[in-house]
């Protein structure tokens, strides 16, 4: 019988790659959780940061969809993110762009009567968008926009990109106080909280090694 000397290292393992499917099943959940809790913040008539603040935002002041409105202002985002992020990332993230904001038609139609107590919605919606961002970014994608910008400030300069989000966020929200009450825009304050110490709890820099 051999023993192992107490001051031998082990070699590092590799990481393992998701397969395909895992790639697309994991976009696919993380983008219909992500919207769903949006949604739940539009029955609430609140807000959120990033795009998705933004574009529920001119929702509310405008007949546009919030799906439409989604798309077109991640559009610039997208080449920012082509730019620095690369191709792989990139198609990623328009792919979860898209998914979004279909699925941000399906869920009216499917939950039409949905009129759940505000604190929840505003409190839960974002502890959902939370993890469903969380899930694209252990798939290497995105929800595009500010997301993609602060993934790019963690790879550069090592912050984690939940509190560089969070800068952003309460940014949006201070601007949002000019288009929903003060009691909305300071529940929205709390559920942006919420998500992002969801995604600095949970997306730091090599912690998560799938690939």
Excluded at 55 to 84: C, E, I, M
Excluded at 178 to 189: D, G, I, K, R
């Amino acid at each position: 019988m051999t023993t192992r000397p107490l001051d031998a290292v082990e070699a590092p393992q590799p990481a393992l790659r998701h397969t395909l499917f895992e790639d697309a099943f994991g976009l696919l959940s993380g983008t219909f959780v992500a919207s769903l809790g949006i949604y739940l913040l539009k029955t609430a008539h609140a807000v959120t940061g990033g795009t998705a603040g933004l574009a529920l935002l001119l929702s509310y002041g405008t007949d546009w969809s919030f799906g439409v409105l989604f798309f077109a202002v991640n559009l610039p985002f997208f080449v920012l993110a082509l730019k620095t992020k690369g191709l792989d990332f990139s198609v990623r993230t328009l792919i979860s762009i898209t998914l979004v904001s279909a699925f941000a038609s399906l869920h009216p139609v499917m939950l039409p009567t949905l009129q759940p107590n505000p604190v929840y919605a505003t409190l839960v919606g974002n502890l959902l968008a939370g993890m469903g961002m969380l899930m694209l970014f252990r798939h290497r994608s995105s929800l595009g926009g500010l997301n993609t910008l602060a993934l790019i400030v963690q790879d550069r300069y090592g912050l984690r990109a939940g509190y560089v989000q969070l800068v952003f966020d309460v940014t949006i929200i201070a601007m949002s106080l000019f288009v929903v009450p003060p009691a909305n825009v300071l529940l929205s304050a709390a559920g942006a909280v919420v998500l992002n110490i969801v995604l600095a709890l949970n997306h730091r820099p090599g912690r998560y090694l799938g690939h």
